[in-house]
């Protein structure tokens, strides 16, 4: 992963910017820095985001 895709998680798993989600964000993929757009979701521990593409989603569950 590039230092730049880090970066980009870090900043928004540290400060939280999901106030620019609300029609969803193009952000990189952590698997293959493909930009995509990425939702809020609600989960058992509060607000997240999708941090991998629809594609490499796909994949990981075919690995299941």
Do not use: V
């Not at 990189?28 to 607000?47: A, D, T, W």
């Amino acid at each position: 992963m590039k230092l730049k895709t880090r970066l980009i998680h870090w900043k928004l798993e540290l400060f939280g910017e999901f106030l620019n989600f609300k029609n969803g964000k193009e952000i990189p993929c952590r698997n293959c820095e493909k930009e995509f757009i990425s939702h809020l979701h609600y989960r058992c521990g509060g607000l997240t985001y999708d941090t991998y593409c629809p594609e490499c989603k796909e994949k990981a569950n075919e690995k299941q």
